[in-house]
């Protein structure tokens, strides 16, 4: 590990007097990442902010058909949480599954979502859900935020402050997990809602994305039988040590079965 000067702000607007002293200064959140790359000398920022110190950051709200989700709420409070249980049982469901007691008590969703990484989770509710994600300058679509491998539509200086979720007709989600990280191979997430159907895949390809020929016959008929037939092509998907491009094609049909069957039970 280098060196590095280390802040705690104790506000939103400090962290930005941080960042503007530190230009190349990360943002240290869960550290579950953070901490391994800089362990590893993969990243070396010359300074670390942390933003375990700032209010607005927390905290769970459902109001408006609205669930959100502060940035630093950790993957155990949002798997624990009663209201999100009831509001969006899917999203819950998928925050208990994340990988262990140790990580889910230490991750949080905005460190997640800036991670991006290809087998995460909580992508595939965000997109699956039409989530808007909220920073300190702007609100992004999740449709317009994950842009390729560990790659997202944020800015340098730009945090994610929390995550709205508009409450579904119902939602689903599937997960074939890697037995020793829990990381998704591939996972699933399908939701309904009053405009249509949304399917979201995690871990398949370089990045999160949507299964418009899914969802289109989904929005027909929302059954697991419906997509039984549909198989992605293998092309532009992962291959590596733990599964080939083909195998993930075909497990992205499977998990998109269990997870309409996983909806269509609430
Ligand atoms: C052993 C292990 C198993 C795991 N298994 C899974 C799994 O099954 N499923 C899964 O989804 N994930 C899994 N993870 C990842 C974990 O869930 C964390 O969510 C993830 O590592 C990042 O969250 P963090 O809060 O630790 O962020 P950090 O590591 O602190 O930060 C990650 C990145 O995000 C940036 N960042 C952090 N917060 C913000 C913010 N608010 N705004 C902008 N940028 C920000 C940081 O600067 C950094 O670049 C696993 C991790 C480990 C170590």
């Given at each position: 590990m280098y060196t590095f000067d280390y802040a705690r702000p104790e506000s939103l607007k400090d962290v930005a007097t941080a960042l503007r002293k530190q230009g190349e200064a990360k943002l240290l959140a869960g550290g579950q990442s953070l901490v391994q790359a800089l362990r590893l000398r993969l990243a070396h920022p010359p300074a670390l902010v942390d933003l375990?110190?700032?209010?607005?950051l927390r905290g769970i709200a459902v109001a408006n058909n609205v669930v959100s989700v502060g940035a630093m709420t950790r993957h155990a409070e949002v798997a624990a949480s009663r209201e999100i249980q009831r509001a969006i049982p899917a999203l819950a469901k998928l925050a208990a599954g994340i990988g262990d007691r140790q990580v889910r008590n230490q991750g949080t969703i905005g460190g997640s979502l800036a991670n991006a990484?290809?087998?995460?989770?909580?992508p595939a509710a965000v997109l699956g859900l039409g989530a808007n994600i909220v920073t300190n300058k702007r609100e992004i679509p999740a449709d317009k935020f994950f842009l390729g491998l560990f790659e997202t539509a944020l800015k340098p200086g730009e945090l994610i402050v929390r995550v709205d979720f508009p409450l579904p007709l119902r939602a689903g989600y599937a997960k074939f997990r890697n037995?020793?990280?829990?990381?998704?191979l591939v996972g699933v997430f399908v939701c309904d809602t009053t405009s249509g159907v949304r399917v979201a895949v995690t871990g398949a390809g370089p990045c999160v994305f949507r299964a418009k020929r899914m969802e289109k016959v989904l929005a027909k008929d929302f059954t697991p039988q419906a997509v039984e037939k549909i198989v992605l092509p293998a092309e532009g998907l992962n291959t590596d040590i733990h599964a080939q491009a083909d195998y993930r094609a075909h497990l992205v049909t499977v998990m998109a079965q269990r997870a309409v069957e996983a909806a269509a039970k609430l």
């Open positions: 375990q110190a700032i209010p607005e990484d290809p087998g995460a989770d909580y037995p020793a990280s829990r990381f998704a």
